[in-house]
């Protein structure tokens, strides 16, 4: 009997997979390159207090997403139970996911020997390169052709070239 419980969470699993929106990989990504340019501008950020602005970011958007889709959307077409927010919570879970590779850059940039700024920029890098994988990534689970990722992929490059000229405009 645990074997037949175990092969419908696993197939539970595929379909969300399946179905998955990139949405939030996306969008959080961008986010994410928000806070490092925005933070540079607020002065010199220590790599701990730069990680955990990332982070909290992430936590505090994803925790608004929620709220919006639980108390803007679907209080509109269904009474919300249990099931509705924990599915909620985990479809606009890669708005926090999107944090994670730029903070890890932050925090891993002293083993590169880089100094404050050398870190915004690799946890830069490290935002934009996760918002063209996300993007690409929907584009490809949504069936899209080589074209339309490629285009998708150069729309994605231009907001992140947008963001970079911002920093370089911020003088930092």
Not at 15 to 39: I, K, P, Q
Request: glycine share 8%.
């Amino acid at each position: 009997m645990p074997e037949k419980f175990r092969a419908q969470a696993r197939a539970r699993r595929a379909e969300r997979r399946a179905h998955a929106d990139y949405t939030g990989g996306v969008y959080g990504s961008l986010l994410a390159a928000s806070v490092v340019v925005g933070a540079g501008t607020l002065g010199v950020f220590p790599r701990l207090e730069l990680a955990l602005l990332l982070l909290a970011t992430g936590v505090v958007f994803w925790l608004a997403h929620v709220h919006a889709q639980l108390f803007g959307a679907r209080m509109a077409q269904r009474s919300l139970d249990r099931g509705t927010v924990l599915y909620v919570c985990r479809e606009e879970w890669p708005i926090v996911e999107a944090a994670v590779p730029p903070t890890v850059a932050v925090l891993a940039s002293p083993l590169l020997g880089l100094d404050v700024q050398g870190a915004a920029w690799l946890a830069l890098t490290a935002a934009l390169t996760g918002q063209m994988g996300w993007a690409t990534a929907a584009a490809r689970r949504a069936g899209a052709s080589w074209r339309q990722v490629a285009l998708t992929d150069a729309v994605n490059l231009v907001i992140g070239l947008l963001i970079v000229a911002l920093k370089l405009a911020l003088k930092h």
